[in-house]
């Protein structure tokens, strides 16, 4: 049964609805979606998380669906976030540090097309700065990074017991981290109006 509970567990947010005015949303997969979401609902600025299923073409993707590597899902954290707090290529640079976006259809010992690395954006700025990541961490790491990018398709949440599952299970299976791998986040420069 897919997700029925709307609030996050860490911090009572509202999942799915109600963001705050001036919110932006991107989608993540780095792998298994439990340790990923974990290191992302941490953040300051981001407002909630949930984990789920996008990039398929199941119109009613389950875990077991999904796992079995037919449906095309990956499994991916949903983010909402206040860009004043954080913005999105501080986010990219967490999202590209902390699993290794190398690797194709596998995150270690998780194999199979659900555990690709993926990033679904919602606007053209986001997909022009996770591509410009992308080239940037394909030097960094020193060898192309496989990461999925593209706009944001149908997002279908997981089931109840996967949202925040390492908050209630603090001893779960988690293979996420850093990578030793870095890159500085591009300066902006703002130019006066004339």
């Known amino acids: ?6 609030t996050h567990y860490t911090n009572g947010n509202t999942m799915f609805s109600d963001y705050p005015e001036g919110s932006e949303q ?24 949930s984990v789920g299923y996008a990039g398929g073409t199941d119109e009613s993707p389950d875990y077991h669906k999904v796992c079995s590597g037919r449906t095309g899902h ?21 999202f590209f540090e902390n699993h290794d976006p190398t ?51 149908t997002y279908y949440p997981a089931e109840d017991y996967h949202q925040q599952y390492l908050a209630k ?9 850093p990578t030793g791998v870095s890159c500085p986040i591009p300066q902006r420069v703002n130019v006066p109006a004339e």
């Not at 993540?28 to 941490?42: D, P, Q, T, V």
């Not at 270690?108 to 997909?127: C, E, M, P, W």
């Not at 961490?137 to 999925?148: F, I, K, N």
């Open 74 to 94: 990956a499994e991916v954290v949903h983010v909402v976030y206040d860009p004043k707090v954080i913005d999105f290529d501080a986010l990219l640079k967490v």
């Open 1 to 6: 049964m897919l997700a029925k509970t709307h």
């Open 169 to 177: 299970n603090p001893q779960g299976y988690c293979s996420h981290g």
């Open 26 to 49: 991107a989608i993540f997969g780095m792998g298994c979606f439990w340790g990923a979401e974990r290191i992302l609902w941490k953040l300051d600025g981001v407002h909630v998380t």
């Open 103 to 153: 690797q194709g259809n596998r995150q270690g010992n998780d194999v199979g097309s659900q555990y690709r690395s993926t990033i679904y954006t919602f606007t053209d700025a986001q997909l022009d700065q996770a591509k410009a990541a992308q080239a940037r961490y394909s030097d960094a790491y020193g060898r192309p990074v496989t990461t999925e990018i593209a706009a944001a398709p």
